[in-house]
């Protein structure tokens, strides 16, 4: 972001040495002037026109903007630390930085404190994605497991957590620690393509860096495909019913909490067609709490039940006592298909040419208010092992939790049988 002087400054000749005294209706680097007025010119040309540089503000004027230029660092190393990924940044951060410690002894401590506070952001940043990387290195289909270890003795989810509370506590610490690792600007790179106000130039000359908003995504899909795994996978009738009533009691909880996007993730892996298919198997469960639970995400009038909860939770959160009713995780598959088509639906100018700003307030006001959310710390206490279980056990794949469902309760049709046949066949090598 450019620093600017005060307004009236830009066209006062005290304000700045740049000579604006041009003939009439001259040309300046792609801006235009009348009798020393600004006519036209292009966003480029504006921009790079109040971008301070050594001319713009000389060394003796340093002590009078070095205050302002280093909150402005100061507050966009902090809200957008990410930017400084990109060596360019960081060169241009750090000869900016040497420019401002140059003069009094304050400005050098703050300058150090912003520069330490910074690279221990990116530090943890580049801790965080190698062990993301780690865990997606090392996953496993867990159809390959069971083909190794008999099922006897492999563990479940209630064999390491019998109580659904303590589970769904554990889901929140994953949830607002992915959370607290997606940068505001990853909203934007998802979605814009192009420069939001010149449509025919690209915004962005690399690749696009939101691996850990796509990180997030794919935790919600894993956790998914943990549920109906841990359904499918029981032998025993009454186990996949117990199995069932565990991650509904799981859900309700993370309700409660505040943790919409667990309580999304489980309702969608107990309503796969794996699992939803078990009609002996829920037939043994008590439905009332999750029908209550589906009745609270149910999508039709554009999620207008989960919306009600959710606004209610973000009130909650803004009076709270405590740490933990400071806790809203919104379903974020929803939050991002939100931001997706306010940014596709509205133009980024308006007929006259001018530039729409309601859309963007609108914009920085939905990734503002996630912000926020994001930087709440879990009050609950962690337990390594169940989290460990949690990120890392294999889960079945697709094939596999329809094997395992059809091996649990028969096929009902030719169409089943037919490819009940073929995974038996393709998995596990039997006919």
């Given amino acids: 972001m450019p620093q600017t002087p005060p307004f009236s400054a830009m066209f006062d000749s005290s304000g700045y040495n740049r000579n604006l005294y041009q003939s009439a209706e001259d040309s300046c680097g792609g801006l235009y002037y009348h009798d020393n007025n600004l006519l036209s010119g292009s966003l480029e040309a504006l921009i790079q026109h109040l971008v301070p540089n050594v001319d713009y503000y000389p060394d003796n004027q340093m002590r009078k903007i070095a205050p302002k230029i280093l909150q402005l660092l100061t507050e966009w190393t902090e809200t957008f630390p990410y930017d400084f990924r990109d060596e360019r940044m960081m060169r241009n951060l750090k000869d900016l930085a040497h420019r401002i410690a140059s003069g009094e002894e304050t400005y050098r401590k703050n300058v150090q404190q912003m520069m330490q506070c910074l690279i221990r952001k990116l530090a943890a940043l580049s801790q965080y994605e190698e062990v993301l990387a780690k865990i997606s290195s090392t996953s496993t289909d867990r159809l390959t497991v069971l083909k190794t270890k008999p099922q006897s003795i492999q563990r479940d989810i209630i064999t390491v957590c019998n109580d659904p509370y303590t589970l769904a506590q554990q889901l929140t610490h994953i949830e607002l620690e992915r959370l607290n690792y997606i940068g505001p600007e990853e909203f934007v790179q998802a979605f814009v393509q192009k420069d939001p106000l010149d449509n025919d130039k690209s915004c962005y000359s690399e690749r696009k860096k939101t691996r850990n908003l796509e990180a997030y995504v794919e935790w919600f899909n894993r956790l998914s495909y943990l549920v109906a795994t841990e359904i499918c996978m029981p032998v025993k009738k009454k186990h996949r019913a ?112 001018h530039v729409n700003f309601e859309k963007f307030w609108e914009l920085a006001k939905q990734v503002s208010e996630f912000m926020t959310w994001k930087q709440v710390e879990c009050p609950f206490e962690r337990d390594r092992k169940i989290l460990q279980y949690l990120l890392t056990v294999p889960v079945f794949s697709e094939d596999a939790l329809y094997l395992a469902s059809y091996e649990s309760e028969g096929p009902e049709n030719h169409i089943e049988k037919d490819r009940w046949k073929s995974l038996r066949s393709s998995l596990l090598g039997r006919v």
């Fill in 242 to 353: 117990r199995m069932i009533e565990y991650f509904i009691d799981v859900a309700r909880e993370c309700f409660n909490i505040g943790n919409f996007n667990s309580l999304m993730a489980i309702i969608s892996g107990m309503n796969m067609s794996p699992v939803s298919r078990l009609k002996k198997t829920w037939a043994k469960v008590k439905t009332a709490k999750f029908d209550i639970l589906e009745h609270q995400m149910d999508p039709s009038s554009n999620f207008y039940n989960y919306r009600t909860a959710l606004r209610g939770a973000a009130q909650r959160s803004l009076t709270a006592h405590s740490s933990r009713e400071k806790i809203v995780i919104p379903f974020f598959s929803l939050l991002i298909k939100d931001i997706y088509f306010l940014n596709e639906g509205c133009a980024n100018r308006l007929p006259n040419g």
